[in-house]
């Protein structure tokens, strides 16, 4: 249900700084009941590079199952996981993939940070708050080795994260999870500071204690 962003995504995906051949671009329209799934279909009839997946609602898994459904038509040596309200800079994958490389990282996690800071208190305070969970991560990465995936903005390697199972379609926070077993098998997550990915902050309380009960739960 993300009608209001997927479009956005995909126009900017499909103008990255990539080379076109290396780049299978999938979205996943997960049960969507709003006209996420017929603007997907618009844009896949404008744009012969898009490949769209859909699941019915009754799926079942969560994230971890569109994410593990999406796994089985991709070749590729990385995979790189964004949520649709993500924005990004046309050059955040060239570098990521270089900083990945070069550090000899098994996934990068990219620095979060909140578009809509300004919107009302609740959106500035998630802004300090993934600002404070940034440098939380770079202090945890320096001084033990050790740092976490954030969900969106991260990148893995295909074989590793098939290695570790894929993603664990019993638990709602599949970052997390993912992350330990990661971590388990002595593969190291790198932090990716600059261009950060872009993200929405809920804008109410309601919402954002949807979303607090979901992440304790996980």
Same mark, same amino acid.
């Given at each position: 249900?993300?009608?209001?962003?997927?479009?956005?995504?995909?126009?900017?995906?499909?103008?990255?700084?990539?080379?076109?051949?290396?780049?299978?671009?999938?979205?996943?329209?997960?049960?969507?009941?709003?006209?996420?799934?017929?603007?997907?279909?618009?844009?896949?009839?404008?744009?012969?590079?898009?490949?769209?997946?859909?699941?019915?609602?009754?799926?079942?898994?969560?994230?971890?199952?569109? &994410?593990?459904?999406?796994?089985?038509?991709?070749?590729?040596?990385?995979?790189?996981?964004?949520?649709?309200?993500?924005?990004?800079?046309?050059?955040?994958? &060239?570098?990521?993939?270089?900083?990945?490389?070069?550090?000899?990282?098994?996934?990068?996690?990219?620095?979060?940070?909140?578009?809509?800071? #300004?919107?009302?208190?609740?959106?500035?305070?998630?802004?300090?708050?993934?600002?404070?969970?940034?440098?939380?991560?770079?202090?945890?990465?320096?001084?033990?080795?050790? #740092?976490?995936?954030?969900?969106?903005?991260?990148?893995?390697?295909?074989?590793? &994260?098939?290695?570790?199972?894929?993603?664990?379609?019993?638990?709602?926070?599949?970052?997390?999870?993912?992350?330990?077993?990661?971590?388990?098998?002595?593969?190291?997550?790198?932090?990716?500071?600059?261009?950060?990915?872009?993200?929405?902050?809920?804008?109410?309380?309601?919402? &954002?204690?949807?979303?607090?009960?979901?992440?304790?739960?996980?």
């Amino acid at each position: 249900d993300e009608q209001n962003v997927i479009a956005r995504l995909v126009e900017r995906l499909l103008t990255l700084d990539y080379p076109s051949e290396k780049l299978k671009i999938y979205i996943i329209d997960d049960g969507s009941v709003d006209d996420t799934s017929i603007i997907l279909k618009e844009l896949s009839h404008k744009y012969e590079k898009l490949n769209i997946l859909s699941r019915p609602q009754n799926a079942g898994g969560g994230k971890s199952g569109a &994410l593990n459904h999406a796994l089985k038509f991709i070749s590729g040596e990385w995979i790189f996981i964004l949520d649709a309200d993500a924005q990004l800079k046309n050059d955040t994958l &060239l570098r990521t993939l270089s900083f990945a490389q070069k550090g000899s990282w098994s996934a990068v996690q990219l620095r979060k940070s909140v578009i809509n800071s #300004s919107k009302n208190f609740l959106t500035t305070c998630q802004g300090i708050e993934m600002a404070m969970d940034a440098y939380f991560q770079q202090g945890r990465l320096y001084s033990a080795g050790i #740092s976490e995936l954030r969900g969106n903005g991260q990148l893995i390697r295909k074989d590793i &994260l098939l290695s570790c199972g894929s993603f664990n379609e019993n638990t709602v926070t599949d970052d997390l999870d993912l992350s330990v077993r990661l971590i388990l098998s002595q593969s190291k997550i790198g932090i990716f500071w600059d261009p950060p990915v872009m993200e929405e902050a809920v804008e109410d309380i309601i919402a &954002l204690f949807r979303q607090r009960q979901r992440w304790a739960e996980g």
